[in-house]
Antibody
């Protein structure tokens, strides 16, 4: 079945970077995009960006544009999200999720990875 | 950016009740709306896409309706496993945006 397996929890100091991985299986990686969404403790869902599994094209939320890089390795069917210059308010669970269908018009998210907790603390 | 507003933010209901959650968009979406269920400590799970299309494997007591700017998620007969937080998301255009969530609690 389709599965997204994310890397483990991270603890980082302010100003550091974190790179979260998302290993995809059970489908043709290049036919779908991957979305990244984060959720601060007790808060709602916040979209961070999208990467095409086909050609690596990206679309980032404006507030993360300067600090985030999303990549996709088709040889290992793994997507990555790197966030730089971390602040305490970046403490959150970070999720990857596949696009619901192959078309870029299908901007719903299914399925989701299990989430990766990133804690930013001095 | 398209703003998504959900109501209520919290609702108390009993098993067997009919529950409706509303989602309003700041711009017309056609039917480009999805609904998710999230339980504590778990990732969200897709329920509905295209405003009214039930995702495979989702119980038929869940239904979605609406178009343009006003949408509704209905749970026809609330079950114990349905106590969770529900989010709407516009799937029309980047940046994708979510509603603030509606928590369904046990009365």
């Amino acid at each position: 079945q389709v599965q997204l397996l994310q890397s483990g929890a991270e603890v980082k100091k302010p100003g550091a970077s974190v790179k979260v991985s998302c290993k995809a299986s059970g489908y043709t990686f290049t036919n779908y995009g991957i979305f990244w969404v984060r959720q601060a403790p007790g808060q709602g869902l916040e979209w961070m960006g999208w990467i095409s599994g086909y050609n690596g094209n990206t679309k980032y939320a404006e507030r993360f544009q300067a600090r985030v890089t999303m990549t996709a390795d088709t040889s290992t069917t793994t997507a990555y999200m790197e966030l730089r210059n971390l602040r305490s308010d970046d403490t959150a669970v970070y999720y990857c999720a596949r696009s619901g269908q192959t078309s870029l018009a299908a901007k719903w998210l299914d399925p989701w990875g299990q989430g990766t907790l990133v804690t930013v603390s001095s | 950016d398209i703003q998504m507003t959900q109501s209520p933010s919290s609702v108390s209901a009993s098993v067997g009740d009919r529950v409706t959650i509303s989602c309003r968009a700041s711009h017309g979406l056609g039917t480009s709306l999805a609904w998710y269920q999230q339980k504590p400590g778990k990732a969200p799970n897709l329920l509905i896409f295209g405003a009214s299309n039930l995702q495979s494997g989702v119980p038929s007591r869940f239904s979605g309706s609406g178009s343009g700017t006003d949408f509704t998620l209905t749970i026809s007969s609330l079950q114990p496993e349905d106590f969770a937080t529900y989010y709407c998301q516009q799937t029309n255009t980047f940046p994708l945006t979510f509603g603030g969530g509606s928590r369904v609690e046990i009365k």
